[in-house]
Nanobody, 119 residues
C-alpha cells in the first residue's frame, strides 16, 4: 500500500501565506514527478505546480511568482509554499506522485486539503 498524506491547509486572509506538505509512505522504490493540483467547486481539477526528481519545476500562470514547489527526496515529501494568497486560490489542494512500487510507475493521489482564502 502507498499513502499520500497532505497537511497544512486552512483558512487565511487575502495576502497571507500557507505551506502545504505531502508525505508519501509505504512500499516505494522510486518517485519520479510530484505535483500539486487544485479543484474548486464547480471547476475542473487543474495543475498548480510540478517538480521532477531532479528539481525542475513548472507552474500554472495564475500562481507564478507567488507559489513555490519543493521536495525532500529523502523524506518522500513535496511542499507548496503559497504567498500573496487570493480568494480565487480557494480550493481543495491535492498531491500527486508518479512513483514505482515494484516494476512500473503509477500515479497516486492524496485525499486533499482545503485551502480557503477570505477577502
Amino acid at each position: 500500500q502507498v499513502q499520500l498524506v497532505e497537511s497544512g491547509g486552512g483558512l487565511v486572509q487575502a495576502g497571507g501565506s500557507l505551506r502545504l506538505s505531502c508525505a508519501a509512505s509505504g512500499r516505494i522504490v522510486a518517485i519520479n514527478d510530484m505535483a500539486w493540483y487544485r479543484q474548486a467547486p464547480g471547476k475542473q481539477r487543474e495543475l498548480v505546480a510540478a517538480i521532477t526528481s531532479g528539481g525542475s519545476t513548472n507552474y500554472a500562470d495564475s500562481v507564478k511568482g507567488r507559489f513555490t514547489i519543493s521536495r525532500d527526496n529523502a523524506k518522500n515529501t513535496v511542499y507548496l509554499q503559497m504567498n500573496s494568497l487570493k480568494p480565487e486560490d480557494t480550493a481543495v489542494y491535492l498531491c500527486n506522485a508518479h512513483l514505482r512500487r515494484y516494476y512500473d510507475y503509477d500515479s497516486y493521489w492524496g485525499q486533499g486539503t482545503q485551502v480557503t482564502v477570505s477577502s
